[in-house]
Each structure stands twice: as C-alpha cells, then as structure tokens.
C-alpha cells in the first residue's frame, strides 16, 4: 500500500549547522503530491512547502526540499538551524485522485544552542 | 488566514461513555479530515469527507463514527469509549484541489 517513512524520530541539532531529516515514500501512483507540515509545541500542524514535480527544489522559510521520484524520496533540508526551528515535522504524500493526506510518523527537531 | 475550530479542546471520558468531538470550519471547504496523532505513529487519518452528508473511513476507523451534516460541521463520535482512545484529535479542511489542508488546535482526549 502507500506509505511514507520518516526514520528518524528525534534529531537534535546545533544552532547554525546544517540538518536534513529523511522521507522517503512508496506508492503506486504517478500522479501525487508531496507536503512537509511543521507543529510547534502546543499548536495545530501547518503548511511548510509542497512539491509535485520532480527534480524541483521548493524553499520556504530557509527550508528546503526536492522530490526524486527515482529514488522516492522528499527529504527536508536546512542550511544553518536556528533555536525556532524547533518542532515536529510530518512529510505527507497525496494521491490526487483522493484528495487525502497520508503522514509519515514525524520527526521531532531540537535545536540546541 | 483558513479557520478550522475544534470543542472540547480537552475531554476526560469514562470507559464505556459516549464522547462527540467537534469541528466548524469557516473556509467553504469541501474537504474535511479526523486525524489522531501519537508519538511513534504520527497523524493517522480515522474518517473524511468530502461534502455534506458524506463521510468515508480512514486508515484507522475502527471504534469511530463520524457525521457531517453540513459544510462547515464535521464530528467524531466514539460511541463505547476506551482507553486506548486516549490521544490528541485533529480536525482538518481542505479545497478540492488538495492544494493545503488547515488544522484546528485539535483536542486532548483522555479515556479513564
């Protein structure tokens, strides 16, 4: 069935370094569309960036992230982590012919000073 | 901004009790979602609809009835309450399109 993965339950990094957290996804679709959600503590999940076509960079907030359908993959990068990206982040992927979000497990991303 | 409110924001249920979980939301959107969220399992998706007077099951619908009698009213009904229950409950819209989905602040069940 479709499923997104997200390995890493916690990563903890330092303040101005760099961080990638992992989504890698299967499904049986072609046509699908990939989303990075971001939850503060205490409050609802929000939009961070989507992405539908491959090979394409998509940036938000000094994130960034690029599917690769080759490899099924829409990791989430950042170059220099601040404090106030601390948070859980949740990939998703939609089939479009459902018009359902389906979440991986989330990772929660502490940054220390 | 898209408004997606949820009542109770926090419930205590007994074993065996009904417990009805509302959402409103105010974005004229044909979608909406119930979602619980535990650690280690993240968002899982229990019922969704996408318009009034349907509602279809998600990946975990078992123990969960839900109603949407209207645009903007979606709820979730857990008829016989039980601690395994116990979790955070998101609800969510959505248009159409599937372009973004908004959630509400979601409520904290807990089933004693």
Redesign the interface.
């Known amino acids: 069935g479709d499923s997104v993965t997200?390995t890493e339950?916690l990563v903890t990094v330092t303040e101005g370094l760099p961080v990638m957290l992992n989504c890698t996804y299967q499904t049986a679709y072609s046509d699908v569309?990939f989303f990075w959600y971001v939850q503060y503590l205490n409050?609802?999940?929000?939009?961070l960036l989507?992405s539908s076509t491959d090979n394409k960079r998509t940036e938000h907030q000094g994130f960034h992230a690029t599917l690769h359908k080759s490899s099924s993959s829409f990791h989430l990068q950042k170059s220099s982590v601040q404090l106030s990206d601390s948070a859980l982040y949740?990939c998703?992927l939609?089939m479009?012919n459902y018009?359902?979000?389906?979440?991986?497990?989330?990772t929660k991303l502490t940054v220390e000073p | 901004e898209a408004a997606?409110t949820q009542s109770p924001r926090n419930k205590v249920a007994v074993t065996g009790g009904k417990v009805t979980l509302s959402c409103n939301q105010t974005n004229n959107h044909n979608?909406m979602?119930w979602?619980r969220q535990d650690t280690?399992?993240?968002?899982?998706?229990i019922h969704?609809s996408?318009g009034a007077g349907s509602t279809e099951k998600?990946?975990i619908p078992d123990g969960y009835k839900a109603s949407r009698p209207s645009q903007e009213n979606f709820s979730l009904i857990l008829e016989l309450a039980t601690p395994s229950q116990t979790s955070v409950y998101?609800c969510?819209s959505?248009d159409?399109?599937?372009?973004?989905?908004?959630?509400?602040?979601?409520t904290r069940l807990t089933v004693v």
């Open positions: 997200q339950g569309a409050e609802a999940p929000k939009l989507r949740y998703a939609r479009s018009n359902v979000l389906y979440f991986g497990s989330g | 997606v979608n979602y979602y280690g399992h993240g968002l899982r998706l969704y996408y998600g990946d998101f969510a959505g159409a399109k599937g372009t973004e989905v908004f959630f509400g602040k979601g």
